[in-house]
């Protein structure tokens, strides 16, 4: 089977790994990434938004099943053009992306067909209508642009805003630059608690759930510092967490369920990746918010234990015919390297170097992300999270301790989070959601 996999960052390194243990795997990427050039049959660097040249490529390339990655092009209808010359996707229409690509869609769905889960929050289009809310809210709210913003977006009180009214200066600053496309915003209630992931296959009517995980999006140890994409994330053995237990494992995915049947009645059939990000309050699993696709770094997670093949999913899930998947009992943990002081770095374009062999022979895996292989083929850095270095093993203390080893062996003007997924944070954790439910 021929299956296309547009974009260039670990989290589609990692969905190619898993394809090409049964299937040909062409990549259309925005830059050269050596770990998605390795494993592909044929690739092309080329601007990720130009569906034409991307049809072309497929059509070229006889491909069967395209397996989108980012969520840019997700929004921009790429799945509605390739289906236009009869090739299928895993990933969901324009119209079914508005889960992740427009919050103000997401919330309003929940709020329409009584979904669990739901949150008190209000959507608004003037300035004088969200200041009013922030006013009478009398609460510490959490502002959010409507459309996409790179997962940067998102400033919650208490954390990057001191209080409400500087949450309303906030306000204002995405009204006039339109961030994420919308002049618009969505305000919501602050929710306590610890924050999960969980994501799943769904082809339009089916969903299977996957492992849970969690991530670090803080930039700097002891979860300080701006939000990122994610500083790294584990999964367990069980695949629970720590504080997640099975009956707030399976409400979390009887929610996730109840939105794709919503979405199929009020816009069209979900097909692809569903990531459902999650908080754990005193009242149970609440949504915080959905993404059209895989998560990153998460996806490195569930994929790393996955024990089935994910060609013959895709076909499942765009065929419509999802029956089951499989996932070893091992826990996982993966760690992002970024360049130093990232997110504002002055490092982009410096020569990061990998020894892949020591960490291969450590049972341990690299997938590379915001990279790219100069002319020498040396790998140079940007200025966004670089490298994602992952262990599995029997337990997450076992997986982290392997993953710092490995970790030794990518030497530059780096740096990575050395507290994600130690015994020290996960404790924290813990002890943090025993005081909530108290």
Request: include cysteine; proline fraction near 4%; aromatic fraction near 8%.
């Amino acid at each position: 089977m021929n299956i296309l996999v547009v974009g260039s960052g670990a989290r589609e390194h990692a969905i190619a790994k898993s394809l090409a243990k049964t299937a040909d795997v062409f990549t259309y990427m925005g830059r050269k990434n050596p770990g998605l050039a390795r494993l592909s049959k044929e690739y092309e660097v080329a601007d990720e938004s130009d569906f034409e040249n991307i049809i072309k490529f497929a059509q070229d390339n006889e491909i069967e099943i395209a397996f989108i990655g980012p969520e840019a092009p997700l929004e921009k209808g790429i799945v509605d053009e390739l289906e236009k010359v009869g090739i299928k996707s895993v990933g969901p229409n324009k119209d079914a992306a508005q889960i992740e690509t427009n919050k103000a869609f997401m919330r309003k769905l929940f709020e329409d067909y009584d979904i669990s889960g739901s949150i008190k929050y209000g959507t608004f289009y003037t300035l004088e209508e969200a200041y009013e809310f922030i006013d009478n809210f009398n609460e510490p709210v959490v502002v959010k642009p409507i459309g996409l913003t790179g997962g940067k977006g998102v400033k919650i009180v208490g954390d990057q805003l001191a209080d409400n009214e500087e949450a309303k200066e906030y306000v204002k600053e995405i009204f006039e630059q339109k961030m994420g496309g919308f002049e618009g915003v969505v305000i919501e209630e602050l929710l306590i608690g610890e924050e999960y992931t969980i994501q799943a296959f769904v082809d339009g009517t089916h969903l299977i759930p996957m492992p849970a995980a969690q991530d670090h999006p803080h930039a700097f140890v002891g979860n300080k510092g701006p939000i990122t994409g994610g500083m790294g994330s584990y999964s367990d053995k069980n695949h629970l967490l720590p504080f997640l237990s099975q009956e707030e494992y399976d409400q979390s995915v009887e929610i996730m369920k109840e939105t794709i049947d919503a979405i199929k009645k009020e816009a069209s059939p979900y097909k692809g990746i569903l990531y459902g990000q999650f908080m754990l309050t005193k009242e149970g699993p609440k949504i915080i918010e959905y993404n059209a696709r895989f998560g990153d770094p998460e996806s490195m997670n569930v994929l790393a234990v996955f024990d089935y093949d994910l060609a013959e999913i895709s076909k499942q899930i765009v065929d419509g015919t999802l029956d089951k998947a499989l996932f070893e009992n091992k826990a996982s943990v993966c760690k992002y390297i970024v360049p130093d002081k990232y997110p504002d770095t002055k490092a982009a374009d410096t020569i990061v170097e990998v020894d892949e062999e020591k960490i291969n022979q450590m049972d341990a895996q690299v997938y590379y992300a915001a990279v790219y292989e100069d002319e020498n083929e040396d790998i140079r850095l940007t200025s966004s999270r670089a490298i994602a270095v992952l262990a599995v093993r029997d337990s997450i203390k076992e997986a982290e301790e392997v993953c710092e080893e490995a970790i030794k062996y990518v030497n530059g003007e780096v740096y990575h989070r050395c507290d994600v997924a130690t015994e020290e944070l996960l404790n924290e954790k813990l002890e943090h959601m025993k005081e909530v439910k108290s």
